[in-house]
């Protein structure tokens, strides 16, 4: 991945399902980090008006844009300052939005043709859609179908989250399922957050989730273990190789 110096266009990240609980936090944070590590200026955004996980990130400096709710409901026209910062700025934004937020937010973004008005700004433009295993597979494969319906870019790319279960229909991987065949000329890739010991390295990122670390203050903390931290070293680098081969 080029260095931000280098002469690489600006990059907006948004992180949409419209099913709450499958991990889009923990992308947006993965993201943000990555991009630091990378030495990228990044600015983070959360969305969420009643549960905003991503702006509990301290080391993140995330801006969250909570100010939406007018009469109970969604008042789209409060997206307008977050696009305005979409708009300016340098290295990589970074765009959690909340279940409550998606159809409101995905809508605003159709209406007002915000993806064609990023990119005339020279802006690229990446959505990120999370597919579990489990229950919750069968609607969040429907997400990414509304999704991947409402634009013709190659722009998404997909996190498969196995911690609900693997992401399978019987013996068949993500990659082989029909729809994943239809929406391939939309895909950029896909991040796969396998699925791990529970009693180690789960137990270990649950922990540092919970207490709203990033891997870097995690490894550097006294709560964990010189083995834990081993285990969270372990699965960044798993996690950041694989956006790597994105070339993001």
Not at 75 to 91: A, M, S, T, V, W
Not at 112 to 129: D, P
Request: proline residues 3%; aromatic residues 8%.
């Amino acid at each position: 991945m080029p260095n931000e110096t280098n002469g690489h266009r600006p990059v907006v990240h948004v992180v949409l399902q419209a099913k709450g609980g499958v991990g889009k936090s923990y992308v947006a944070a993965i993201l943000a980090q990555y991009y630091r590590t990378h030495e990228w200026t990044v600015r983070c955004f959360d969305t969420d008006p009643g549960n905003a996980i991503l702006a509990q990130y301290k080391a993140l400096d995330v801006e969250h844009i909570g100010d939406l709710i007018q009469g109970g409901v969604i008042n789209q026209k409060r997206f307008d300052p977050l696009i305005e910062k979409l708009l300016h700025g340098d290295g990589a934004a970074i765009v959690d939005t909340g279940a409550s937020t998606f159809l409101p937010f995905w809508n605003y973004v159709l209406e007002n043709e915000v993806l064609a008005l990023l990119e005339a700004q020279g802006r690229q433009v990446y959505m990120h859609c999370v597919v579990t295993g489990g229950q919750a597979m069968t609607d969040t494969l429907n997400g990414l179908d509304r999704l991947a319906q409402t634009t013709s870019q190659k722009a998404i790319i997909v996190w498969l989250n196995e911690f609900f279960g693997e992401v399978r229909e019987g013996s068949r991987p993500f990659e082989q399922f029909r729809l994943a065949q239809i929406l391939a000329p939309k895909l950029v890739g896909s991040v796969l957050i396998r699925k791990r010991n529970p009693d180690t390295f789960e137990d270990d990122v649950q922990q540092m989730l919970q207490s709203r670390l990033t891997f870097a203050e995690a490894i550097d903390s006294d709560q964990f273990s010189l083995v834990s931290k081993q285990r969270l070293q372990i699965v960044r680098r798993e996690l950041f190789e694989q956006l790597d081969h994105l070339d993001l």
